[in-house]
């Protein structure tokens, strides 16, 4: 083992010496790369760790990585990709499909997008599973019992020094036909209830009954959203955002975060609002310098946003972190006009997620991007497929580094697996 591992010094130290032009970041880059990654996070999905990145410095910003997952089963067509642009290394961590053996007519998906390293991303990806699978309910109270739960095992095993925002989506195929009031496609329960659609400024429809578990309303969708990564659908020739972003300056945020004993630093022409300074988002997982208690509550939390919707056959699901929507021009209006007008040219989940990603990145966008794009099919996949790739673009040709078929990871006859990309 000793023998071994200076060999790998060596050839590490040949290439660096050998690399005159590359960076401190390059250099260390590809001795990570050399010598191993390193030990891999608790839990599920661990045999993925080795594939985290390929470990390529951009040639100019013409060369790109992209590490995607194609997964065809149940209802659900999904496309998803992550890509770590022109950050260094790559710091969210996606569910690209998740079943629970205790509600087989579910699946769930999530994005967690990690600030400060990925540790509190990879171990929420590799633990809601069973998070989840503690409960039977799916009420309200258990979705933020499950949120605050993985912010106390977060605390319990010392992840202290990062944190991550997320969206989680729960695709329930309703069997039992029940009457809901619903706003356009948000189910609101209560008809005075404002709809998110007219929080943004548009015009909401009227409230109405529907059959939800009918050919036309077959899905409802549970969104639980903590941070700034979004969830939005797209049915029709018509959008909907499905979560909105808890920022430090948004008034009832203020309001709680002052409340807590903690402060908000004003949005300039250099920097976004904070919490006492630090951090661009007013509720996340983990980050516990900022949960230290003020006045009963915390400045930064982990409680939930919780909301419902319901879909329909051909409707088009997107998950997306904040590298996506950083460009000014990657607007809701826009983000939804692109996928739209991509998955009709290519009728391709991947590709719309990959290109969705691609152009946020030429955009301008310097964080990591990642995002899911789910098409909600009529008929069950008639057999289950997932395949893993890495591809990295150099300037206009494209290299695919690994491909691999996951679709022994599907155990679709137990209702009980996990498909991780990160």
Not at 122 to 129: I, S
Not at 142 to 147: H, V
Not at 185 to 211: C, F, H, M, W
Not at 308 to 313: I, K, N, P
């Amino acid at each position: 083992m000793r023998v071994n591992f200076l060999a790998k010094v060596a050839v590490a130290a040949i290439f660096v010496a050998n690399k005159e032009t590359a960076g401190v970041a390059a250099i260390l880059r590809r001795l990570k790369d050399v010598l191993g990654a390193g030990p891999p996070p608790p839990g599920p999905g661990v045999e993925r760790w080795k594939h985290h990145s390929v470990y390529l410095e951009p040639a100019g910003g013409q060369e790109r990585e992209h590490l995607t997952m194609k997964a065809e089963e149940w209802h659900l067509d999904i496309g998803a990709v992550s890509m770590r642009g022109k950050r260094p290394t790559d710091e969210d961590a996606l569910v690209v499909d998740m079943a629970i053996y205790s509600h087989p007519n579910v699946r769930i998906q999530a994005l967690f997008d990690g600030h400060g390293g990925p540790h509190v991303a990879h171990y929420a990806a590799n633990h809601l599973q069973s998070l989840f699978a503690k409960h039977r309910s799916l009420s309200r109270q258990t979705i933020e019992k499950i949120c605050n739960d993985l912010d106390e095992e977060l605390k319990m095993y010392k992840i202290i020094h990062s944190g991550s925002t997320g969206v989680i989506v729960v695709i329930e195929k309703v069997e039992k036909p029940e009457q809901v009031t619903v706003r356009g496609r948000q189910i609101v329960g209560d008809p005075a209830i404002t709809p998110l659609k007219e929080e943004y400024g548009q015009e909401a429809s009227p409230a109405a009954q529907i059959t939800l578990g009918s050919p036309d309303a077959p899905f409802r969708l549970y969104v639980i959203n903590v941070g700034d990564s979004r969830a939005m659908l797209l049915g029709g020739n018509d959008y909907y955002e499905m979560t909105k972003d808890h920022k430090p300056d948004d008034p009832e945020e203020k309001s709680r975060i002052e409340r807590a004993g903690g402060f908000v630093t004003d949005e300039t022409a250099r920097s976004v609002a904070r919490v006492n300074g630090l951090l661009a988002v007013s509720r996340s997982f983990g980050d516990f310098l900022l949960k230290e208690p003020g006045s009963g509550d915390t400045p930064v939390i982990s409680k939930p946003d919780i909301r419902y919707f319901f879909a329909t056959y051909g409707d088009l699901l997107l998950l997306f972190c904040d590298g996506v929507t950083e460009p000014a021009e990657m607007s809701w209006a826009h983000v939804a006009a692109f996928a739209r007008e991509t998955f009709s040219q290519t009728n391709d989940v991947v590709k719309t997620a990959t290109f969705l990603a691609d152009k946020a990145y030429a955009a301008g966008s310097f964080d990591n991007i990642s995002t899911i794009v789910t098409s909600l099919r009529q008929e069950p996949a008639a057999v289950p497929v997932a395949t893993l790739q890495a591809h990295v673009w150099t300037r206009d040709k494209l290299i695919t580094t690994l491909s691999e078929d996951w679709t022994h990871r599907l155990e679709t006859a137990k209702s009980n697996f996990f498909l991780p990309l990160f």
